[in-house]
């Protein structure tokens, strides 16, 4: 084998290596990308499909609000939730009392 041979292989050797890294980043990186594109193409489809609708009930009483406030509070402080963010409660089954 020459010289010249073995430097040619050499060189596609790394250009193939380090052209497999740069595409495996590229795809990481994807990974964070594409759910947030789905995310605001999903926002928007869904704000022009439905009409905003408003809900009016009966006006909540003090009491309750009070209550509803406390328990947000708590399960803010127990699952550290973002303040400016959503927050989910998770309905569990009642536990019956014996």
């Known amino acids: 084998m020459e010289l010249s041979d073995a430097l ?3 060189v596609l050797g790394l250009v193939v290596v380090f052209s497999g890294l740069l ?12 759910p947030r594109l789905l995310q605001r193409v999903s926002r928007t489809s869904s704000a022009a499909k439905a009409p ?3 809900l009016q ?9 009070s ?5 947000l509070e708590i399960e803010r ?3 550290h939730a973002d303040p400016g963010g ?7 089954k009642e536990v019956s009392q014996s």
Request: charged content about 10%; glycine content about 2%.
């Open 52 to 54: 905003p609708t408003t």
């Open 8 to 10: 040619t292989i050499t």
């Open 77 to 79: 402080r127990l699952y």
């Open 57 to 65: 009930g009966p006006p909540v009483s003090p009491e309750v609000l």
């Open 23 to 34: 595409l495996t980043a590229a795809l990481i990186s994807s990974f964070s990308v594409i």
């Open 86 to 92: 959503r927050l989910t409660i998770i309905r569990r």
């Open 67 to 71: 209550v509803i406030a406390t328990v």
